[in-house]
Nanobody, 118 residues
Framework: QVRVVESGGDLVQAGGSLRLSCATS????????MAWYRQAPGKQRELVAVISNGGSTNYADAVKGRFTISRDNAKNTVYLQMNSLKPEDTAMYYCHAWAVGWGASGYWGQGTQVTVSS
């Protein structure tokens, strides 16, 4: 069993910045893929950013140039730096971890709320 715990969500004004953290209970070196998703009220959960254990990244078009995903293997933590926040970024943000051999579902955190006021 792998625990995934997000933190860093807050209420911020449009144009502001936040950094979300995702800590795992074990080493992330062997985790093939870690990703941030978000879900706004009444909408489906969507992929925001993903990082592989090799360091390659990918972003949703809506956040390219504003958000940066990174990982600190020594701290078993993945971060999501969010700049130039917009009201439409308001959502619950979830971290997801997946490794070969874990099955298709991987592990989810409980989420952290980001609210951007206009």
């Amino acid at each position: 069993q792998v625990r995934v715990v997000e933190s860093g969500g807050d209420l911020v004004q449009a144009g502001g910045s936040l950094r979300l953290s995702c800590a795992t209970s074990g080493s992330i070196v062997s985790i093939n893929r870690m990703a941030w998703y978000r879900q706004a009220p009444g909408k489906q959960r969507e992929l925001v950013a993903v990082i592989s254990n090799g360091g390659s990244t990918n972003y949703a078009d809506a956040v390219k140039g504003r958000f940066t995903i990174s990982r600190d293997n020594a701290k078993n933590t993945v971060y999501l730096q969010m700049n130039s926040l917009k009201p439409e970024d308001t959502a619950m943000y979830y971290c997801h971890a997946w490794a070969v051999g874990w099955g298709a579902s991987g592990y989810w955190g409980q989420g952290t709320q980001v609210t951007v006021s206009s």
